[in-house]
């Protein structure tokens, strides 16, 4: 009986996800990535909106920019994406305290990818705002 290093089932088990299977660890990723506290925290390092390379932003810059959430939600937001290795958290030993947020490679690579969507509905939004009142026209 043949045995297979950590690597090598890692790697059998990379090319085995499908996200079109329940059981598909991938599906609590595109969870994470599609939620719009987390598609627009990344949009916000990411520096996309006016052109910047990725930036670190302080917690109370973030709360800011990012206008109606809440500071639960943020926190619990950041903490996500830091467990999963898209954000990094820097803490300087200041007066108060400067907590600081970044993307790290990995949320850097889906820059392109969250901008898009950003963009996509920022430019859609009439056309999606017609659908609805059609579909509720004929309901009514």
């Known amino acids: 009986m043949a045995t297979t290093t950590a690597a090598q089932q890692r790697q059998t088990a990379k090319a085995e996800y499908d996200a079109f299977l329940a059981a598909c660890p991938s599906r609590q990723l595109l969870d994470r990535v599609s939620d719009k506290w987390v598609t627009l ?16 932003l302080r917690y109370s810059e973030l709360a800011r920019r990012l206008g109606g959430v ?19 958290r820097t803490v300087v030993a200041t007066v108060p305290v400067t907590v600081s947020y970044a993307l790290t490679d990995l949320g850097v690579s889906l820059r392109l990818v969250v901008r898009s969507l950003k963009v996509w509905a920022e430019a859609h939004m009439d056309d999606v705002l017609a ?3 059609t579909y509720d026209a004929r309901l009514a």
């Open 70 to 88: 809440s500071q639960k939600m943020l926190t619990q937001t950041l903490r996500s994406l830091e467990r999963d290795g898209l954000v990094t």
């Open 41 to 56: 925290v990344l949009c916000a390092l990411a520096g996309d909106d006016d052109g910047h390379e990725p930036r670190s």
């Open 131 to 133: 659908g609805r009142s």
